[in-house]
Nanobody, 124 residues
Framework: VQLQASGGGLVQAGDSLRLSCVIS????????LGWFRQAPGKEREFVAA????????NYADSVKGRFTISRDNAKNTMSLQMNNLKPEDTAVYYC??????????????????WGQGTQVTVSS
């Protein structure tokens, strides 16, 4: 499984961005997909996740109500719609795929495959 993230950029506070992740591999539908982010000097943190069918989603409290994760299994893609961006959302965003994840306690170590990251910078 290989992942390729895109869509980052430089925006102002209050703006929106849509991140995309293209996933290759015929077992794509067997994986929980997630987004993580890492700011300079900080640990990688969970942002959002979506189950194999797309029926359930999970969000970090800091993005709940502003970010929406989705996936299209027919097109092997995943997206993260980010609205009302804040300067504290500035980070490198990574898409990831995990076969068996702890849904109630999302951690990077549960995810087996990672994309290369895309930079999101939000100016105040």
């Amino acid at each position: 499984v290989q992942l390729q993230a895109s869509g980052g950029g430089l925006v102002q506070a209050g703006d929106s961005l849509r991140l995309s992740c293209v996933i290759s591999g015929r077992t794509f539908v067997n994986y929980v997909l997630g987004w993580f982010r890492q700011a300079p000097g900080k640990e990688r943190e969970f942002v959002a996740a979506i189950t194999q069918s797309g029926a359930s989603t999970n969000y970090a409290d800091s993005v709940k109500g502003r970010f929406t994760i989705s996936r299209d299994n027919a097109k092997n893609t995943m997206s993260l719609q980010m609205n009302n961006l804040k300067p504290e959302d500035t980070a490198v965003y990574y898409c990831a795929a995990g076969r068996y994840v702890t849904w109630s306690r999302p951690v990077p170590s549960d995810y087996n495959y990672w994309g290369q990251g895309t930079q999101v910078t939000v100016s105040s």
